[in-house]
């Protein structure tokens, strides 16, 4: 059946030969016309873009992202934009369900579609796709690599696809965003169902395309136009960051802190950005009196974060403050649990037993034995596998023998473990030696 509507995709490219081919094929099917506005390759780009069959231009660059891409945007003659970078794709699925949307939505109010996006390695499948609950929040994708390693991407929601009228046009030279001249953009949330894959932020992207520097150019220059303008301090402070100087990074990110509004959304991610990247600087300059500083006003403006407290926890554990640590580990896991999908601990999560065994070994070197021992369960009940949980609540174990012998520990460990197995009594009698635990090595020996 024909379209009842014609899909102009357009993207500005430079030096994308790695990523043309993908580009140009992922909607072919569906696209009505494709448009390439070159911005300067040095390589084969222009030349793979037009032997596929997109019409190619070319643009002198001049220092803004939003020229470029509203020049690509006056070439195109369909109804609709699906502006996606080469470096961005859609999955086959969604391509076919981006045609319906467009159809029901010709006769519409709104000029776009806001959908989640999601940063993943170029190796990396997605496997379970939990897109968008919500505008502006970050989820965690579970995914595998290639080598069959796990692996995990971030996602947030931008606008890609929209309608091709005069009026809507890109602003800015960097951090660009659509706007409607004279008017408000009305925006169709379908982010539970399409999703844009971008794979441009992976370390060697980066480094190959000297995107760090060239984004510290541009935001400058913006920056220039927008004095005071706190989200572009922020995006300094992050160029900063990545290039690893701190100080630099600290300083744009203070200064941002300084120019943000009193009173800003929990819901901004580039806001709770600023505070978790400031809390990672001045603890790795061990700085601990401006992490606090960082950290209370984190939880004021974003008390549903439970990186901060992620962070503070882990740090304390590395510095042997263990009562402090167990203290922001509980707060962390507590927020986390509390607030579940509405909560954006997006290092948490990632890194969710380990922070539960972080707090196994605060609660074992405070001498919490009964908390110890209930954490340490709460972790092996969910992977039993895990060896230096094990062997801390062994340990624990140990250390209260007056009041636990080694055979009501033995009793214990068979509601873990099946030890008439031969690879799981290996595996706990490791554990046990590793604990020094001499009796319950013989008790196990007996089994």
Request: neutral net charge; aromatic residues 12%.
């Amino acid at each position: 059946m024909e379209q009842k509507i014609r899909i102009s995709q357009c993207m500005i490219v430079k030096d994308e030969e790695k990523n043309i081919r993908r580009a140009l094929s992922w909607g072919k099917d569906i696209m009505w016309e494709q448009i390439v506005v070159d911005t300067g390759s040095k390589d084969q780009t222009p030349e793979i873009a037009a032997r596929m069959g997109a019409t190619v231009y070319h643009f002198s660059w001049i220092d803004d992202f939003a020229a470029a891409k509203n020049y690509a945007i006056q070439k195109a003659k369909g109804d609709w934009i699906v502006f996606l970078d080469a470096d961005e794709y859609m999955r086959p699925e969604d391509t076919k369900k981006l045609v319906r949307y467009l159809e029901s939505l010709q006769k519409s109010r709104y000029h776009g579609l806001l959908t989640s996006w999601i940063q993943v390695d170029g190796s990396e499948a997605i496997l379970q796709d939990e897109t968008g609950e919500e505008k502006e929040k970050l989820k965690l994708h579970k995914s595998i690599k290639a080598d069959g390693t796990a692996g995990v991407a971030l996602s947030g929601t931008q606008v890609r696809i929209f309608r091709n009228l005069e009026r809507i046009c890109y602003q800015g030279r960097i951090h660009e965003k659509l706007y409607v001249k004279n008017g408000s953009f009305f925006c169709k949330d379908v982010s539970r169902e399409l999703a844009v894959y971008h794979t441009g932020y992976t370390p060697s992207e980066m480094e190959e395309k000297k995107k760090v520097e060239r984004n510290l150019y541009l935001v400058k220059k913006e920056l220039e136009d927008h004095p005071g303008d706190y989200k572009l301090m922020s995006y300094l402070g992050d160029s900063y960051f990545q290039q690893k100087n701190q100080e630099e990074a600290a300083k744009w990110y203070q200064q941002a802190v300084s120019f943000m509004p009193k009173t800003i959304s929990e819901d901004s991610i580039q806001g709770a950005l600023i505070f978790k990247h400031l809390l990672l600087i001045y603890m790795d300059f061990g700085d601990e009196k401006a992490a606090i500083r960082v950290y209370e006003e984190g939880i004021r403006r974003f008390p549903k974060e439970g990186d901060y407290d992620y962070l503070m926890g882990k740090k304390y554990v590395e510095w042997k403050q263990f009562e402090k640590g167990a203290y922001h580990l509980q707060r962390a896991i507590g927020l986390m649990e509390q607030y579940g999908s509405g909560s954006r601990s997006i290092l948490l999560a990632h890194n969710l037993i380990g922070a539960w065994e972080l707090l196994v070994f605060c609660f074992y070197e405070t001498g919490g034995q009964k908390q110890c021992v209930s954490c340490s369960v709460t972790i092996l009940k969910a992977d039993p596998w895990r060896q230096e949980t094990l062997k801390i609540l062994l340990s624990a174990f140990k250390k209260d023998e007056a009041n636990t012998s080694p055979s009501q520990v033995l009793a214990f460990l068979k509601n873990l473990y099946r030890l008439q197995i031969p690879e799981n009594k290996k595996f706990v009698l490791e554990a046990a030696r590793a604990a020094c635990y001499p009796a319950l090595v013989a008790e196990l020996e007996r089994v």
